[in-house]
T-cell receptor, first 113, second 119 residues
Framework: GQQVMQIPQYQHVQEGEDFTTYCNSS?????IQWYKQRPGGHPVFLIQ?????EVKKQKRLTFQFGEAKKNSSLHITATQTTDVGTYFC?????????????FGKGTLLTVNP | GAVVSQHPSWVICKSGTSVKIECRSLDFQATTMFWYRQFPKQSLMLMAT?????????EQGVEKDKFLINHASLTLSTLTVTSAHPEDSSFYIC???????????????FGDGTRLSIL
């Protein structure tokens, strides 16, 4: 079945440093979504990428979708303590049914003030 | 405000008890809801897709007789963990797919989750 791999598993940075998490799928994706889960909370939708090579920005967050639609990345510029949490990518295979998403294992980001 | 309401948020009960978890879509009618399980510091594992008015679709390895899903209305899906045992202790989260054109790619809205502890 479809597998979504995400690295790194953990990342600790000093406030102000940049952060990147990478996501790779074993199959071509129709779309990829990114979620953020604060400690003790539930996942919150951040963004969705659909087009090959797409790049979207949300303030300090930059999301990319690979040309082959099998990988994606999330980059945070100048991290802040409010960025702390686990970032998950989630993808749906091309031709997949029932809107099912496969989640990566997530990257836990901690920020030292 | 919240799009999805999940109840209860925390359950502690004895082994052998059956536990029902409710997931309500507050802002829109949801023909499809999803149930996930999450172990500490791990990813979300899809258990089943709940379909309004029909049987749920279970993922491979998930026992349908153990995890009963009922989606009787467009705003409510329930997950019942039957005869729960300590190994069923986990964080269970439901999600609702944002409405949109059929077969389109829409985000999911998650409930706050239910922490289930079986003694």
């Amino acid at each position: 079945g479809q597998q979504v791999m995400q690295i790194p598993q953990y990342q600790h940075v000093q406030e102000g440093e940049d952060f990147t998490t990478y996501c790779n799928s074993s199959t071509t994706l129709s779309n990829i979504q990114w979620y953020k889960q604060r400690p003790g909370g539930h996942p919150v939708f951040l963004i969705q990428l659909v087009k090959s090579g797409e790049v979207k920005k949300q303030k300090r967050l930059t999301f990319q979708f690979g040309e082959a639609k099998k990988n994606s990345s999330l980059h945070i510029t100048a991290t802040q303590t409010t960025d702390v949490g686990t970032y998950f990518c989630a993808g749906r295979s091309s031709g997949g049914s029932n809107y099912k998403l496969t989640f990566g294992k997530g990257t836990l980001l901690t920020v030292n003030p | 405000g919240a799009v999805v309401s999940q109840h209860p948020s925390w359950v502690i009960c004895k082994s052998g008890t059956s536990v029902k978890i409710e997931c309500r879509s507050l802002d829109f009618q949801a023909t499809t809801m999803f149930w996930y399980r999450q172990f500490p510091k791990q990813s979300l594992m899809l258990m089943a897709t709940s379909n309004e008015g029909s049987k749920a679709t279970y993922e491979q390895g998930v026992e349908k007789d153990k995890f009963l899903i009922n989606h009787a209305s467009l705003t409510l899906s329930t997950l019942t963990v039957t005869s729960a045992h300590p190994e069923d202790s986990s964080f269970y989260i439901c999600s609702v797919r944002d409405p949109g054109p059929r077969y389109s790619n829409q985000p999911q809205h998650f409930g706050d989750g239910t922490r289930l502890s079986i003694l």
